[in-house]
């Protein structure tokens, strides 16, 4: 009996880089959910260690100031070319409604300036104490001012990223990774 020649393979490597960006751990934590889901179901993750890596795909975990990337992750992507990148972040804000949406459109508009976005994962994250009553005692009239509904939110946020958040993470991860 001859052996059968091997057959060509379309199937995609199952690599991805991943940069993390996280200050007081909200993002780290979500982006350990992301990188277990994913290497469970059999992708290799490779820590970013420089700008523009290797891999094709690129997972790239933020946290969201003046509502976009924060500064590392911003210089970060636009060190990236031609990738395909996939987001996950976290906010103070509202993760759903019409001031995630504006922050997902400000991470996508920046992903897609040289590279493909696969889409933009956001969670609630725990604000610092602190800040929360630095915007409190801000002036109404200053644009950070903390009115009551929005000290609700960020109360409310001091429980996020919680299991559900992580669940979700993994879910989208397994979803939008291809
Ligand atoms: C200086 C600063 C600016 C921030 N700006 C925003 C913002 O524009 N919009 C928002 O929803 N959250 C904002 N946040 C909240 C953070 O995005 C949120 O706490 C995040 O989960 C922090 O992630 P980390 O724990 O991984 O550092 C800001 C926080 C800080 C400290």
């Not at 420089?50 to 100031?65: T, Y």
């Not at 976005?117 to 903390?146: A, T, W, Y």
Request: charged letters at 25%; a negative charge.
């Amino acid at each position: 009996m001859t052996s059968q020649p091997d057959q060509p393979t379309s199937e995609p490597a199952m690599r991805a880089s991943m940069a993390i960006s996280s200050v007081t751990g909200n993002t780290a934590s979500i982006a350990q959910a992301v990188r277990s889901a994913a290497e469970e179901a059999g992708w290799t993750i490779n820590d970013v260690v420089g700008p523009n890596p290797p891999d094709d795909v690129v997972i790239v975990c933020f946290w969201c100031r003046k509502s976009t990337l924060d500064p590392k992750s911003l210089k970060f992507v636009e060190s990236c070319s031609g990738k395909r990148i996939l987001l996950f972040g976290t906010m103070g804000g509202c993760p759903v409604g019409a001031y995630a949406d504006r922050v997902r459109a400000n991470v996508t508009s920046k992903v897609c300036e040289r590279n493909e976005c696969l889409g933009v994962f956001l969670c609630q994250g725990k604000v610092n104490p602190e800040r929360i009553e630095m915007r409190r005692n801000l002036p109404e009239s200053d644009p950070h001012h903390l009115d009551d509904r929005g000290l609700a939110r960020l109360t409310e946020g001091l429980n996020h990223p919680d299991a559900t958040d992580m669940a979700n993470a993994r879910a989208f991860a397994l979803d939008y990774l291809h």
